[in-house]
């Protein structure tokens, strides 16, 4: 696995240079993201520590909870990331070698705010530190079936925790040139593939006629 240069990636979602002055104090640029950021991994440990009293049924309170940090990878991963912090990480299959490449984003240009900056890295952070806690209290109950539950849930939070610190920490390409690079690549590929392929002699049909 490789981390290689990116996919096309808007620049309109962050404040223009020399604009900050401009936007209202205390007021976030993306409120709606920065809520939804919250939300959905907010609502999945409310909902596993509330389920035992609400729902008697563990596997239907396991399928709330899936549902609730499904979604919150997803709008982290490819959401809130991008707007919020300017980042983005994700994974794409070589056609040509087969390969797996891992993309580790970062924007070079652009500013970002700082209270959503602070609100997106904290919620990062805190919730997979929260599932270990869990973790450890239902190891010492022997709750084997929610350890499963907590397990799952470590994992989709580790691993956008993983890949915005890789964006971050571990990204040196310029997500504009890089996203050029990776477009024109696919478009002369498929542009060869096609001029590559052979023609195909054309088909006559008997009409039955003598």
């Not at 999945?44 to 549902?67: M, P």
């Not at 056609?95 to 904290?122: C, T």
């Not at 084997?144 to 915005?164: R, T």
Request: aromatic share 18%; with cysteine.
């Amino acid at each position: 696995m490789t981390s290689v240069g990116s996919a096309p990636f808007p620049d309109d979602d962050t404040i223009p240079f020399g604009e900050e002055d401009q936007i209202e104090s205390g007021k976030l640029p993306h409120p709606y993201v920065t809520f939804f950021h919250l939300f959905f991994r907010g609502m999945a440990v409310v909902t596993y520590l509330f389920c035992g009293w609400l729902i008697k049924s563990f596997i239907t309170s396991f399928v709330f909870v899936i549902l609730l940090l499904s979604a919150d990878f997803w709008t982290v991963k490819n959401i809130t990331g991008r707007l919020l912090v300017g980042l983005r990480w994700w994974n794409y299959i070589d056609d040509e070698e087969g390969k797996s490449h891992w993309v580790y984003e970062s924007r070079k240009q652009g500013r970002v705010n700082a209270q959503e900056q602070r609100i997106f890295w904290l919620a990062l952070v805190l919730f997979p530190m929260i599932w270990g806690l869990f973790f450890m209290f239902a190891l010492i109950g022997f709750k084997l079936e929610w350890m499963v539950l907590i397990s799952i849930a470590i994992m989709l939070n580790g691993a956008n925790l993983y890949g915005y610190i890789k964006c971050n920490y571990g990204s040196s390409t310029n997500l504009n040139s890089a996203a050029t690079d990776f477009v024109r690549k696919q478009v002369f590929r498929n542009a060869f593939d096609f001029m590559s392929k052979p023609a195909q002699p054309p088909t006559t049909h008997s009409t039955g006629i003598v």
